[in-house]
């Protein structure tokens, strides 16, 4: 498979995460994920954008869907991985930031947002 890329912004809204969640199960469908992986995906994925809702100064959430023969890379914008202290919901943040690692194979942060990284088992 060549690498493909899926681009998908989405207005700063809350309304719009479960369009996001439901987009990134169907590619990552597509790509054999398990069900199991597939979930992760999408928690992740919702966390990431709850986190860009509260700590991006954009209107828009800018979304990066790589496919590649052994893993789907997802990235978000505006997510930041320090929380302020002044934040009302910053443990529910850093916990969000904790469950993202704790699904995902890989992720990293960036100034534009956060990349994550789930690799696709080989089954044979």
Same mark, same amino acid.
């Given at each position: 498979?060549?690498? %493909?890329?899926?681009?998908?912004?989405?207005?700063?809204?809350? %309304?719009?995460?479960?369009?996001?969640?439901?987009?990134?199960?169907?590619?990552?469908?597509? /790509?054999?994920? #398990?069900?199991? +992986? *597939?979930?992760?995906?999408? &928690?992740?994925?919702?966390?990431?954008? &709850?986190?860009?809702? /509260?700590? #991006?100064?954009? +209107?828009?959430?800018?979304?990066?869907?790589?496919? +590649?023969?052994?893993?789907?890379?997802?990235? &978000?914008?505006?997510?930041?991985? *320090?929380?302020?202290? =002044?934040?009302?919901?910053?443990? =529910?943040?850093?916990?969000?930031?904790?469950?993202?690692?704790?699904? /995902? %194979?890989? &992720?990293?942060?960036?100034?534009?947002?956060?990349? /994550?990284?789930?690799?696709?088992? %080989?089954? #044979?």
């Amino acid at each position: 498979m060549n690498r %493909d890329r899926i681009y998908l912004q989405i207005p700063k809204k809350p %309304d719009f995460i479960s369009l996001v969640r439901l987009t990134s199960s169907g590619i990552a469908y597509t /790509m054999s994920l #398990n069900v199991d +992986d *597939i979930e992760d995906i999408k &928690v992740s994925i919702g966390e990431a954008c &709850v986190n860009s809702l /509260m700590l #991006n100064n954009e +209107d828009e959430i800018s979304l990066l869907f790589e496919l +590649d023969d052994n893993k789907l890379s997802i990235g &978000v914008s505006g997510v930041r991985e *320090i929380i302020p202290e =002044e934040l009302e919901e910053r443990k =529910e943040r850093e916990l969000g930031l904790l469950i993202i690692k704790s699904l /995902m %194979d890989e &992720v990293v942060f960036n100034e534009d947002g956060i990349r /994550m990284i789930k690799y696709i088992e %080989d089954d #044979n």
